[in-house]
């Protein structure tokens, strides 16, 4: 169910079928790594791999969690740390190009936990380049995994130089309301 490389340590199919055992086990929190996304040359070559790598495993990992009924508590957030332009990069070779980081518009998706499916938030204009409808910022994100791990996050604060800091910052933000279930 997880792919082929699922009995191979350390690949991300062994990794997420060992988050589900963690979360069977009642495990809080588990994250799963997968290096090499960051691809400003190799792209064609290289998506390929990682999403080989990626794919089977994730639709594993969600359909394992919920025929356990395991996925309406466990919150699964697959993102990273940027977005990509959708404009090539380097090279510009059919064969050999990339894509630079993006730092305004990027996807996440999320399951389970709280999470209404099958809800796309946010929109860019034609070229992927700025934001056009329901802008999110990161703490609002912040905000809304918070809500969905039962933490509020105007609550959940910790010291720093003697202050009170907080995730999702000191501005005011908002749960996103809109993609709960």
């Known amino acids: 169910m997880y792919g082929p490389e699922v009995s191979k340590p350390g690949t991300f199919a062994a990794s997420a079928l060992l ?7 009642g495990v809080r929190a588990v ?6 996304w960051d691809q400003h040359g190799s ?3 290289e998506i390929r ?3 080989y790598d990626t794919d089977q495993p994730c639709a594993a ?3 394992d969690l919920k025929q356990r009924g395991l996925l309406q508590d466990t919150l699964v957030v697959w993102g990273g740390e940027f977005g990509r332009t959708v404009y090539s990069q380097g090279t510009l070779m059919a ?12 996807s996440m998706w999320l399951a389970g936990g709280g999470v209404k499916g099958g809800t796309m938030y946010g929109e860019t204009d034609d070229f992927s380049y700025n934001i056009i409808d329901k ?6 994100l912040n905000a809304t995994l ?3 791990l039962g933490i509020d996050h105007e609550r959940f604060s910790y010291r720093f130089q003697g202050l009170c800091q907080r995730l999702t910052g000191v501005e005011p933000q908002h749960v996103m309301q809109e993609i709960l279930a």
């Open 61 to 63: 990992l969600l359909q």
């Open 19 to 25: 988050a589900r055992r963690m979360v069977e086990r």
């Open 95 to 106: 064969t050999n190009y990339g894509r630079d980081h993006h730092p305004r518009c990027f």
């Open 43 to 45: 792209l064609p070559s």
């Open 49 to 51: 791999h990682q999403c």
């Open 146 to 148: 918070l809500h969905c």
């Open 31 to 36: 994250q799963i790594l997968h290096r090499g």
């Open 135 to 140: 802008p999110c910022h990161v703490n609002d």
